[in-house]
């Protein structure tokens, strides 16, 4: 069935942008491509939606999101059924996602009490005038999202949850290679009573992107790679920027860990939604004395891993979002083997269908562990010392989480404290996250953090009144 989603303001004139499915190439529904005028007019829209809703009261703004949630609930297997489409990912995978933005939209609701202030002295010196300074949290303005394709609900609900919660605007931009479960979002918020240009939708590319980042808006939230971010914060200038730009997150294993949990987080994050995750397992250190048990756990799973139509229920792993993404983790592939790895399992791709791989004795300098892989492939590299994995992880250009599978506490506290990144995740794996807690890394994995409650303060300004 193909889908045709509502078009953006000032749209009549842009031309249709098809969606097709990863899996098999059919048409899955229509979008607009916004052009300046549009985007211009989306902007506007938002800017005279928010000189009323700034002024809302919690009450409402919570009231606005559960009943979004609700709808959001009433038409959860119809949401599914278009992320399964759109992205590729398993039906199963999809549906836990509509569950998992329905549940960020309710938690962005209940969080505006977090949203109090304070009443600080000013006479703490010595002939300082005796007055109160009264601190409170403002709403910002207009916020601009751009949000990628691997979690095309749960991540936009990430960033309007927290901005509606907060008195904020929205125009969003959703990857062009996903746009439509983003789409229907704001439909249903329109049926659900949302001012009109309060959460607006503009599709298109890197130019529509960069279009918002330098249009009238008050802050940018960005999810995706550190180029783009890098782009796109230029072109902001001096805006607040918030953005998640990916990593290369390690799970380090460790002899005394439950082998069997482990082995079992690390195919289980590693292919979930075949590998398109930031925070998934990208390097897998294991320790000398566990490598082979690991290995031979890992490939037993790796099995079982049933990969083919995404819609079919006994599908376990679907597709990557499109053939030259395939393409290039099978080129990367071949490069860590012509480098010294070696298939223990996978390695080969069909299309867009790139077979669950676990390799081992990848080294070092091999482009598939030295940058962020985005498809379903475990990297092994093997180490006897957890320093020298601690210095390998800190030299890489990313921060953003990692997991560690030890029941030594001692050697907890030396690890977390040591790694340079923004989580680290103790007996998980590293995409481990609850939409409550802060998420997001250091250096090339971002600025800034996710996570409703430390988002409502990102997306507030903090006003200062003496009296």
Not at 39 to 57: G, M, P
Not at 127 to 150: M, R, S, Y
Not at 272 to 289: N, P, T
Request: hydrophobic share 45%.
């Amino acid at each position: 069935m193909t889908i045709t989603l509502a078009r953006p303001a000032r749209a009549p004139a842009a031309a249709m942008v098809e969606v097709r499915s990863p899996f098999d190439g059919s048409l899955v529904g229509r979008v607009r491509q916004a052009d300046e005028i549009g985007v211009a007019e989306a902007l506007r829209q938002a800017r005279k939606a928010w000189s009323s809703f700034r002024f809302s009261t919690p009450a409402q703004r919570k009231n606005l999101l559960h009943r979004l949630a609700a709808r959001l609930g009433e038409e959860a297997e119809a949401m599914a059924r278009i992320i399964c489409a759109e992205v590729g990912k398993t039906i199963a995978e999809a549906r836990n996602e509509v569950r998992r933005a329905g549940n960020t939209l309710r938690l962005s609701g209940d969080a505006v009490t977090v949203l109090h202030g304070e009443v600080l002295p000013t006479a703490i010196v010595p002939g300082a005038p005796d007055k109160q300074a009264v601190i409170t949290h403002e709403p910002a303005g207009v916020l601009g999202a751009i949000t990628p394709f691997n979690y095309p609900l749960n991540l936009l609900c990430h960033k309007l949850g927290p901005a509606i919660a907060a008195g904020n605007a929205v125009v969003a931009k959703p990857s062009p290679k996903a746009p439509l479960a983003a789409q229907r979002l704001a439909e249903l918020a329109a049926e659900i009573g949302f001012p009109p240009g309060l959460f607006g939708i503009v599709h298109g590319g890197a130019d529509v992107a960069a279009m918002i980042a330098s249009g009238d808006i008050d802050l940018l939230s960005f999810t995706g790679g550190p180029a783009a971010g890098l782009a796109l914060k230029n072109a902001s200038g001096l805006l607040r920027c918030l953005m998640e730009l990916g990593g290369n997150d390690p799970l380090i294993v460790m002899p005394d860990a439950d082998l069997d949990r482990a082995a079992e987080v690390a195919t289980g994050h590693r292919f979930e939604i075949a590998g398109q995750s930031c925070a998934a397992v990208k390097r897998l250190y294991l320790h000398d004395d566990i490598r082979e048990a690991m290995i031979a756990r890992i490939e037993a799973r790796i099995a079982a891993v049933r990969t083919g139509d995404p819609a079919d229920e006994a599908t376990v792993m679907g597709t990557v979002i499109d053939e030259p993404a395939a393409a290039e983790v099978e080129r990367r592939v071949r490069l860590a083997v012509a480098d010294g790895a070696r298939i223990v399992a996978g390695g080969s791709r069909d299309g867009t269908l790139f077979t669950p791989t676990l390799l081992d004795a990848v080294p070092a300098q091999a482009e598939l562990v030295r940058t962020e892989t985005f498809g379903p492939v475990l990297a092994v590299r093997r180490f006897d010392d957890p320093d020298a994995v601690i210095a390998e992880v800190n030299a890489g250009a990313y921060g953003l989480q990692a997991g560690l599978f030890t029941n030594d506490h001692a050697l907890v506290k030396r690890v977390s404290r040591r790694l340079r990144v923004g989580g680290v995740m103790i007996n998980e794996g590293p995409d481990f996250r609850a939409e409550n807690v802060p998420f997001g890394g250091i250096k090339s994995s971002g600025l800034g953090r996710e996570g409703i409650h430390m988002t409502l303060r990102e997306m507030s300004e903090t006003k200062v009144v003496i009296d």
